[in-house]
Every structure is written in C-alpha cells, then in structure tokens.
C-alpha cells in the first residue's frame, strides 16, 4: 500500500483539487485507490460527485481497534473509493488512531491510500512511516514564499506548485528562487486553469471535465512521478 499526505502549507493552494484529479486518474488507470478526507470541510466528497445530504464519515464511526470506519466508504463513477471527514469533532488521537489503522486495511497490493490533510494539522505529530510520501502543495506568492523562508516544517516532504500562471511576474520570480534553492521541489509544477473550480461547480474533476487541458498532462506527469517514487521507496526498503 502508498500511502501519500497531500497537505497545502496555507489553506486554499489547491491541495483538495489536486487529491481529486489525481485519484481519479489513478483509478481510470486501473489503479486501486482509497481517498481518506482528514478535513472537517468534506470538500473533497463534492470534487468527487458525492451526494452532499450524507455527512457520514470516519469521525462519525467509533475509533476502535476493528477500524470499523473503513466501512464509510464510498466509491464514485470512476471507481475511486473515497471516506469522507464526516461530521463529528476529533482530536490527534483519533487522527493517530486512524492513520494507525489505515495499515492494517485490507487492499489491494500497491493500492493507493491518498489523504488530505488540511493545512491546519502538523504532520509531525502523527505516526508516519519512512515510506509514506508527503507532497506539500504551495503556490507561487508571497504567503507560501514566507512560510518556506522561515522554515516550514515539510523538509520530511516534497513541494509541488500549483496554479502556476508563468505571466505573472511575481509568480516567476518566486518561481525561479524556488527552481533554484529548494531542493525538494517536484520537477514538474500544475497549471493554472479555470477547468479547475469550473469542474467542481459540476460536482466533478478537471480530467474528466476537460480531457484535452494542460492540466491534464500535469496531472498525468504527476501520475508517473509518485509511480517513480513509489518504485524507488519499495527498492530502498
Ligand atoms: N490548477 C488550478 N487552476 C485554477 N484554479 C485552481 C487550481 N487548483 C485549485 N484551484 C482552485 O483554487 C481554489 C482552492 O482549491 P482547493 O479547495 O482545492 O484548495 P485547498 O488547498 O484544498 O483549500 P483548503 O485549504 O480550504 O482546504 C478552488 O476554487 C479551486 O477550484
Ligand atoms: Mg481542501
């Protein structure tokens, strides 16, 4: 199993588009993939086309050691199994409790587990393994620029760009100081494109919304660049 915390280093980078269109593309390429939402938001379950009067989710099932929770899933059009937050409050033992449990999860082998993880919520005070991968996702302004430049703790992670407009000369300029100086960003940025909100207004995700986008390559770029990792963390362990 991979499992991959997709976490915004401030709250509104994308980190929740991007887990929905990346899932998706996982799975229409015969990929087992299982989204765990870890934010009280749910937004995830409206990329995902789910049906917004059910508020059922892993918060609202009792965190014991059966990890019953698994039994909230649901699965969409494009086989994509996804369990929603839910609507209860929780606290970091219940997240560590979860994410503890998320092991031991009957799947497929070389499944996907994907989380997304509000910004909010420190990474490093749950129980993560050498081989999950964590996938910071920043955009090129002032706001994420200052957070790395007084040391973000995602140094354990790797940064991803998205929304990137290469037009903007402010955007480029952050973009080329990061290009050079951050040694853990990802070789490959999202752009931006208005597909993407236009997409969640149809309850749905970019790649099915708009098959011939840019964007579209940058999610399949992302595609192979966790296949990779994944090949490279299995080989190291
Ligand atoms: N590549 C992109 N191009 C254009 N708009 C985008 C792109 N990615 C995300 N967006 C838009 O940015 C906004 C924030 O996206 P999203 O909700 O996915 O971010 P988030 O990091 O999950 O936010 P939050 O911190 O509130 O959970 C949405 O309107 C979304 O449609
Ligand atoms: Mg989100």
């Not at 955009?139 to 903007?168: E, P, V, W």
């Not at 749905?204 to 011939?212: A, D, E, F, K, T």
């Amino acid at each position: 199993m991979n499992r991959v915390f997709f976490k915004g280093i401030k709250g509104g980078t994308g980190t929740t588009s991007i887990i929905a269109n990346i899932a998706t593309l996982l799975a229409q390429s015969k990929h087992s993939v299982l989204c765990i939402d870890l934010d009280p938001k749910n937004e995830l379950c409206l990329h995902l086309g789910h049906q917004w009067h059910n508020q059922i989710g892993w918060s609202n099932k009792a965190i014991d050691a059966d990890a019953n929770w698994s039994d909230s899933a649901f699965i969409n059009e494009d086989n994509v199994k996804y369990v929603p937050f839910g609507s209860e409050s929780t606290n970091t033992f219940a997240l560590c409790t979860l994410l503890n449990q998320s092991k031991r999860l009957n799947l497929e082998a070389n499944s996907w587990l994907l989380f997304d993880v509000p910004s909010h919520i420190s990474l490093e005070e749950l129980p993560l393994d050498e081989n999950d991968l964590i996938i910071n996702i920043v955009t090129c302004d002032a706001g994420c620029y200052s957070q790395i430049k007084k040391g973000h703790s995602g140094s354990n992670g790797f940064y991803l760009i998205n929304r990137f407009n290469a037009s903007n000369p402010l955007e480029l300029d952050v973009y080329q100081i990061w290009r050079a100086n951050l040694n853990q960003l990802a070789p490959f940025f999202i752009h931006f494109d208005s597909s993407v909100p236009e997409a969640l207004a149809a309850k749905n995700v970019l790649i099915n919304c708009s098959p011939l986008s840019v964007v579209k390559e940058d999610f399949q770029a992302l595609a192979s660049w966790l296949n990779n990792k994944r090949k490279s963390l299995s080989n190291s362990l």
